[in-house]
């Protein structure tokens, strides 16, 4: 789905996203802070930076990026309880529990100095939460009994990073986790015991060089399969056919081929059924029954011309029954395929007409489920569906602030590349340009740029902007993810060119069409997004009166040289996506678009945001482009976070960060 509401979603990360080691060229300052103090703003320039955001505007800043007031909000296994985030007064987010039937209420957790990055039920009486150390992404798993006591670590090792694999109703004493605790470099699985902490490791990675990226587990938690990086550009997927000894390899595809088990068909009784997720033989990504033994189709769950499918969701009580699947269209798209499905959806449809609703994962009865229901307007409330009343209670508006007639539309858009590439995206209508009047734009690329993609609802930052009377311009360049191989692979090598593009054909569109003041547009992005921020500024200094890089790169080779041990396997993978900087014809293109080398080319102001720990996009990257362009004369406000990372998650700094961006584009766009 767009949006599961559950801890073992959120821990699946990408093996791509991990912790970097200290930059090579990092100077070792007094104090013990990353990169270089001296260069960021003093606390007095940044303050009245965020001065420059009040004024006589419907919201304030705060209306948006304060936390809710009651927020993710979850369902016990038997749904007796329900579990939410409480934010105090200090923007702080404890983990409650509710008991339905008294509606007694207790804290479970509190947070503290570090964010509880995301939480879910365990058990009936048991939760597990997740936080880090200050956005350095070595991830710590929890578990904590409802009532608070026996809170232990369940991953207590320094320098490791755990996620969760798998969590199965059949063993909830028990869950698999991936840890690199033994081999930087490698990430192995583990059970572990979610009272105790006893750990057990499942199998070894003895080969470094090709490492594993992916385990496939059944319900019982039995390892079924994996994924081996060969070569450096190629998936080798290993499966166990029931009564043998070792794994055998059943499917080889290039990296960027899609070939992913989503669940083995328990309805079966042939072991070896499995719901893949595939682009084997088509453009786009397909859900097929598959037999692993035969490697032969067994059907054709869902296809679709245009976007990738996604996932499928089955029904444990119902003898896995396929309820639905889901994927990203022009807005977030559900297509039920059993019965007893369509008819939740037919209610909650007739109920949410013109919304969007995400489905969480139901109770064990499967007789409640929590609905969040949103829009581009609506930022979201939560509900609580009975399957036997066939009703859905409103549970609570998260932002009752933010009135849905006072916010921005948002307008899914569709036009052509300069080469004839479908492009879709995004714009964020500030209410003076549905009325007729031409009002400035902020263009804001996504990260990655592989990976992720931008998708229509609720956007704080679009909806901050449109309080000021800006559009924003949100564009899927190619190599965005969910529109085939062909889109994803035709951004291959095109970091700096044709990606940059993309995104200017968008504006012009955008202009084109009678909304934007043209010579009042800026650029703003993170990571990727941030990267492309300082490229258009290069690029068409005449395009943009202003940009926001927010943790960003600015040079392709000191980016690379900052990776990480175990992005050591994926460097060829990341050599596809951007430059191969062992060849000298590409190195030279990596540095025609490095924006470190063209800072000449920089004549509009830059405010430059970076988080102190990040692991992805190390501070050097903020650092360098600040001083060489300083040492140009130019006045670069620079905001550095010390206690965060590849981007802001706590309160006051979100809100700091917002305040100063938009007293920036205050003195820039008129």
Request: proline share 5%.
């Amino acid at each position: 789905m767009k949006q599961k509401f559950n801890l073992t979603s959120l821990l699946m990360l990408s093996m791509v996203v991990t912790n970097a080691q200290a930059d090579p060229h990092e100077k070792s300052i007094p104090g013990n802070k990353p990169g270089n103090p001296a260069l960021v703003s003093t606390e007095a320039e940044l303050k009245e930076l965020m001065k420059l955001s009040e004024g006589d505007h419907p919201y304030k800043v705060e209306d948006f990026f304060e936390h809710p007031k009651f927020s993710d909000f979850q369902l016990s296994p038997n749904g007796q309880h329900l579990s939410f985030k409480e934010r105090d007064d200090k923007g702080k987010g404890h983990i409650m529990i509710k008991e339905v039937s008294t509606g007694t209420i207790i804290r479970a957790l509190e947070e503290k100095e570090d964010v509880i990055i995301g939480y879910g039920w365990a058990t009936n009486t048991r939760l597990l939460y997740l936080m880090d150390n200050g956005g350095n992404e070595n991830y710590h798993l929890y578990s904590v009994e409802i009532d608070g006591s026996n809170n232990i670590d369940l991953t207590p090792y320094d320098g490791v990073r755990a996620t969760i694999l798998k969590q199965s109703p059949e063993q909830r004493d028990f869950l698999i986790v991936s840890m690199n605790k033994d081999n930087p470099q490698t990430f192995e699985p583990y059970k572990v015991n979610i009272h105790t902490g006893d750990t057990v490791k499942l199998y070894e990675d003895k080969d470094p060089d090709n490492p594993i990226d992916g385990y496939d587990f059944d319900k019982d938690l039995n390892l079924r399969g994996f994924n081996r990086i060969s070569n450096g550009t190629e998936y080798q997927y290993f499966y166990k056919f029931v009564g043998a000894k070792d794994f055998e390899l059943v499917h080889t595809s290039k990296w960027y081929n899609k070939f992913k088990i989503l669940s083995f068909n328990y309805a079966s009784k042939n072991p070896d059924e499995a719901y893949v997720l595939t682009n084997q033989n088509s453009d786009k990504a397909r859900i097929l029954l598959y037999d692993l033994k035969s490697k032969k189709v067994l059907k054709k769950i869902f296809s679709n011309k245009n976007f990738d499918a996604t996932h499928i969701v089955l029904s444990r009580k119902r003898n896995w029954e396929a309820d639905y699947i889901d994927y990203q269209s022009k807005r977030y798209i559900i297509k039920p395929l059993s019965h007893h499905f369509k008819t939740i959806y037919k209610n909650l449809h007739k109920q949410f007409k013109g919304y969007q609703f995400e489905v969480s994962d139901p109770t064990d009865k499967e007789d409640q489920y929590l609905i969040k229901v949103s829009s581009d307007q609506l930022y979201g409330k939560f509900y609580q569906y009975n399957t036997i009343t066939r009703k859905a209670t409103l549970l609570h508006d998260l932002m009752p602030k933010l009135k849905e007639e006072d916010m921005g539309v948002m307008k899914p858009i569709t036009f052509k590349s300069r080469d004839g590439l479908t492009i879709h995206g995004y714009i964020t209508l500030p209410k003076t340009a549905l009325k007729g009047k031409k009002v400035p734009m902020v263009v804001n690329p996504h990260g990655g740029p592989q990976g992720t993609r931008d998708t229509w609802g609720f956007n704080k930052e679009a909806q901050l902007f449109a309080s000021r009377g800006y559009a924003t311009l949100q564009i899927n360049f190619r190599i965005s993810d969910g529109y085939g191989m062909k889109f994803f692979r035709a951004g291959f090598k095109q970091t700096g060119q044709k990606i940059m593009d993309d995104l200017e054909a968008g504006v012009h569109y955008a202009i084109k069409q009678g909304w934007i003041d043209q010579n009042n547009i800026a650029i703003y992005g993170g990571s990727h997004g941030g990267y492309a921020t300082l490229m258009g500024l290069i690029k068409t200094p005449e395009l943009y009166k202003a940009g926001v890089d927010y943790v960003g790169i600015s040079n392709i080779f000191t980016f690379f040289e900052a990776f990480p041990p175990y992005w050591k396997p994926l460097r060829e993978m990341l050599k596809d996506v951007w430059y191969d900087l062992d060849d000298p014809v590409e190195a030279n293109i990596a540095k025609e678009v490095s924006p470190i080398y063209h800072i000449d080319k920089i004549k509009a102001p830059l405010f430059v945001v970076q988080g102190g720990n990040d692991p992805r996009v190390n501070i050097n990257e903020s650092d360098q482009i600040v001083e060489a362009l300083r040492k140009k004369g130019f006045d670069v406000p620079y905001m550095v976070k010390y206690n965060e990372g590849h981007g802001f998650i706590k309160e006051e700094n979100q809100i700091d960060f917002y305040k100063a961006m938009v007293g920036f584009f205050s003195q820039h766009l008129k």
